[in-house]
Each structure stands twice: as structure tokens, then as C-alpha cells.
């Protein structure tokens, strides 16, 4: 199967999931075609997967069917809203809709100063680099053994290993700046990297001064059983995870807080959370 036809049964299995009915119309709208070849699509696709749809005559639509099933990952929400999307050469698509994201502003990030740090990571390779931060506001030569990447939602970190505190940091990629230049071979590799190998779970639960209606509604959103969600994540991204959750502080009122680390997980994680 080629890599065209395996995204258009992609946008075709993604439709009938969200949407819950798919026709020749919309693989039209989609890919610019004409009505016989959209219908000859479809049948391919029925024809692979025959057990996917059902045709309904008075919707003059194939709907999902109880038994609908694929190996493709077409269960996120995002990527639906992505394939519907209509591309740059069509301004405006019938399938399209109005989803927004609300956009923070851009850390001042550069290839030229990624492009080191990607070589690093590549190569267990040690960096000799300039890097500003808070309490040291001018930058400072730095020589770190990266190697990962994290993203917090809102910006961008490098894992690595700092010879000058000889300890594993978080170091925000936009802070990087001057040339570059390469140290030889990493002395420390990620494998020792302790809070990086280790996994921890983290349990929450809606906040209890809530009433227990309330409860139910946060439960629900974040897909919670018998009134708990767990996140497994690593342990040198815990901090990371609070933020995004909006947890990393306790708020006045129960509305605002809505969910709450559980008391054992609490004590559990906090050797993980800055101090």
C-alpha cells in the first residue's frame, strides 16, 4: 500500500470515528478529486476493511460500525482536527471547522545554536557553550553532556550533565548562546542520569472541598476511575507534568483548584520538586 493511499484511509478512518459517517463528498472536498474516484476509494477501503462501515441509504453515508477496528492510531483528537484542516494551496474547506489553540509567545530559539546541541545528543558528545540564567545574567561558558529534549508546553529545556555542578540539569534552550564548541566524548551518559531512568506515578484526584456533584464533573473530564487518575511519567519531568496540570500550587478556592495530588503521592514525589 502506498504512503498516499495509506493517508487517505487515515483521513478516512479519522472521520468516521469523530464524525461518525463518512461519503464520497468529503474525500472530494479533502483531496480534490472527482466523485468516481472517491467512490473507488471507499471501496478499496471497505474492501481491506470490511467490517469498518455500514452503508445507510437515507444518510447516503457509510456510518461507523459496532465492530470498527484498525491498527492505525486514529483516536486523537488533535490529529482529527489536523487532517480536516484545509491545506495551504485551499484557503477554505467545507470540512474544516473553527478549533483554535491558544498560542503563547515563542522562546527566541535559533537553528544555529540547536543545531550543536542536536549534534551532541546524536553523538554523546560533551558542549563547551555560552548560557545565561537568572541568578548568572551574563552568559557563562558551560560544558554540558545533553541528551534529551524537553518540551513543558511552553518551552523548551535541555537535558544534559554539567561539569560544573556535576549533577544532571534542565537548561532552557533559548538561554544557549555564542559559539559552540565540541569537548571530545560525553564522560556521563543518560544511562546514569538517575531521576531520568526512574518512573514515578503521579495520582490525582479532584480537589475535596468540592461537593461531590463537582467531583463527578472533574472525574469525568480528566477520565478518572473510582475518583483517581494516575500519570506515569519520569522522575525529572514530575515538575513539568504540575505545570501543565496547573498543580504546582495549592489556590484559595476549590473551583479554581479542581484536582489535587493525592496525600500518599504527594509525600511520594515531593524528593522529586524543586526546592
Known sequence: MTKSIN???????QLIWWEGQINA???????????????????????????????DQSAKAFLLSDNFSTKAQHRDFADYLNVVAPSRAKSHSKLSLCALEVEAPLRNI????????????RENLALDIGYISL????????????????????????????????????????????????????????????KWQTFVDVVIQPDPRLT??????????????????TISTRAALVNYLLLRLRIDGYKNTPEEQQIILTPECQKRISQYLPK
Open 212 to 229: 461531590p456533584k463537582q467531583q463527578e464533573i472533574i472525574a469525568n473530564d480528566f477520565q478518572m476511575k473510582n475518583g483517581i487518575k
Open 7 to 13: 493517508a487517505r484511509f487515515h483521513f478516512i478512518e
Open 110 to 121: 535559533h537553528a544555529e545554536q540547536v543545531r550543536p546541541i542536536l549534534k551532541a545528543i
Open 25 to 55: 463528498t468529503h474525500l472530494m472536498d479533502k483531496y480534490d478529486i472527482t466523485r468516481t474516484h472517491a467512490t473507488n476509494l471507499l471501496k478499496e477501503y471497505r474492501q481491506q476493511y470490511p467490517d469498518n462501515l455500514n452503508y
Open 135 to 194: 541568578s548568572s545574567p551574563d552568559y557563562l561558558d558551560r560544558i554540558i553532556e545533553p541528551h534529551a529534549l524537553i518540551f513543558d508546553g511552553l518551552r523548551w529545556h535541555v537535558r544534559a550533565y554539567c561539569r560544573k555542578n556535576e549533577s544532571f540539569r534542565d537548561f532552557t534552550l533559548s538561554r544557549f548562546k555564542g559559539e559552540a564548541e565540541f569537548e571530545g566524548k560525553a564522560t556521563v551518559l543518560a544511562e546514569q542520569d538517575e
